[in-house]
């Protein structure tokens, strides 16, 4: 038994060596020389502990060369490539019958693919694009005098935002990994965009700690920390605490989440948030291999709402999934429902029409990436295009006491420019202002205070140009097809 034990160290890789046969042999003259070398290592023919633990051993390697050998395929990548061959991923799913040539070919498409992999899950790249399109003028038409332009019987859709975000892993050693990420958005011709370095070091096998940097046109800078650890097999605690610095001064926030495994499927999470949105919420995470179920209910400044959403998945290739959700709250109540599918090796396609009350109708299609690259002038044409697909834009506003009358020339205008404040104003392609002073609004002030003020737009609606002076408390909706400036001319 020594010898045999021996011989098999010296080589066990050669399964034709192993089983004592040529390498051109039969599947009988296989089929013999295994059913003989089975009977003489089977480990119960030995009382011997040592004896029956190297017969054992012996025992598996034979079953192992013959399994392989008396397979046509696994025997022809054996021949080729030997063991290093059948540990490739992907030989299960190739058709049978192939040619030596053909199973080289079919060996450096896997060895490829598995390079690939790896490159992925080190540096573990992932993207999103989400649309959001406004289906408002199917349920809620403009103003009656559109109706008579060019297509103004057409329901309009139009987008009316956009957010594209892109992140991506570099292990730097076996415990820090950078993570560099960033994201840009527009939203009814207002945009911004931010981008965050990351760096992560793994403490312990039960926690690790990280330290963000980020900086954006919208928040300004930030300074983060987060440590995640593992108290029990079933519990774990994160805590995350960050300066948002911005004109406004600095802005602390401090997140608390603990969560435990409810079952094998099931998580709960309680949340502590406070800052400047300051909540507590609650959920319930139950994830199956054909659904996901979640549960939440959340108080706090300024939403509390409670949610519930369910998604199906589908058991087929394309990963197909179905989804629902009902939200509610102070905010209104908003039911969603969508599906998503994979049409490529590294890209998600999914669409979801949003139903709430007050916020009306939408629909935003979502391309979740999960290995693509984007170069900075890509970028910067989605975010001109985004802007571009706004039908509402304030050109220019303006505030305060205006000089119309000739005979008051020497009188000095006294205006404000609000052009912006105003845009912020604007949602889903309308501005409504109601029978009360402007000078109220959102980064207006009074500019002349005790005298007649009026509010003067230059606005382009559907690629078209508008103006209209309205007085300080009367109500103004616009777009209307007689603030059209060709409709003077």
């Avoid at 058709?95 to 498409?109: D, L, Q, S």
């Avoid at 802005?251 to 495994?261: D, E």
């Avoid at 506003?397 to 404000?416: C, L, M, Q």
Wanted: glycine content about 8%; hydrophobic content about 35%.
């Amino acid at each position: 038994m020594a010898s045999a034990l021996d011989d098999d160290e010296i080589g066990n890789d050669d399964y034709y060596s192993l089983l004592n046969v040529r390498r051109e042999a039969t599947q009988e003259e296989l089929k013999a020389a295994y059913r003989r070398l089975c009977m003489l290592y089977h480990p119960d023919k030995h009382r011997d502990p040592e004896l029956k633990r190297q017969a054992e051993q012996l025992f598996n390697l034979v079953h192992e060369a013959y399994e392989v050998l008396s397979d046509p395929q696994a025997r022809a990548i054996y021949d080729i490539y030997g063991k290093r061959g059948l540990d490739v991923e992907g030989w299960e799913v190739v058709e049978r019958k192939r040619t030596p040539a053909e199973i080289r070919e079919e060996y450096e498409r896997l060895q490829r693919e598995r390079e690939e992999r790896r490159l992925q899950q080190r540096t573990n790249p992932k993207g999103t694009i989400s649309v959001g399109i406004d289906a408002t003028d199917l349920f809620d038409r403009y103003e009656e005098d559109y109706e008579d332009m060019v297509g103004g019987g057409v329901p309009h859709m139009e987008i009316n935002k956009m957010h594209i975000s892109q992140s991506i892993e570099a292990p730097l050693t076996r415990r820090d990994t950078a993570i560099l990420s960033g994201s840009l958005s527009t939203h009814n011709g207002n945009g911004g965009g931010t981008i965050n370095f990351a760096l992560r070091r793994v403490t312990s096998a039960k926690g690790w700690g990280e330290v963000e940097l980020g900086a954006g046109d919208t928040h300004g800078p930030l300074f983060g920390m987060k440590i995640f650890r593992n108290l029990t097999p079933r519990f774990f605690v994160t805590a995350q605490c960050g300066l948002q610095f911005s004109s406004r001064g600095v802005r602390p926030g401090v997140t608390t989440v603990l969560a435990r495994h409810l079952d094998k499927n099931t998580m709960g999470y309680l949340q502590w948030r406070w800052g400047v949105q300051s909540s507590m919420n609650t959920s319930i995470v139950r994830d199956t291999k054909s659904s996901h179920f979640t549960f939440a209910v959340q108080l706090g400044i300024p939403h509390t709402f409670m949610m519930m959403s369910y998604q199906y998945k589908f058991q087929d290739e394309d990963q197909t999934k179905i989804k629902g959700s009902v939200k509610s709250g102070f905010f209104g109540t908003v039911v969603e429902y969508g599906a998503e599918r994979k049409i490529s090796r590294h890209s998600v396609l999914g669409a979801t029409v949003s139903v709430g009350v007050p916020q009306g109708i939408s629909l935003k299609i979502k391309d979740l990436e999960k290995q693509r690259e984007s170069s900075a002038s890509n970028i910067a044409k989605k975010k001109q295009e985004a802007e571009a697909s706004v039908s509402l834009i304030i050109l220019n506003a303006w505030y305060g006491k205006f000089v119309t009358d000739n005979s008051r020339k020497h009188e000095r205008a006294k205006v404000i420019d609000v052009t912006v404040p105003l845009q912020c104003l604007v949602k889903d392609s309308k501005l409504i202002l109601t029978e009360a002073t402007k000078s109220g609004l959102p980064g207006f002030y009074d500019p002349c205070v005790g005298e007649e003020k009026s509010l003067k737009v230059l606005y382009q609606f559907r690629g078209v140009m508008h103006q209209v002076l309205s007085g300080d408390t009367e109500p103004l909706r616009i777009p209307k097809q007689s603030h059209r400036i060709d409709a003077d001319t």
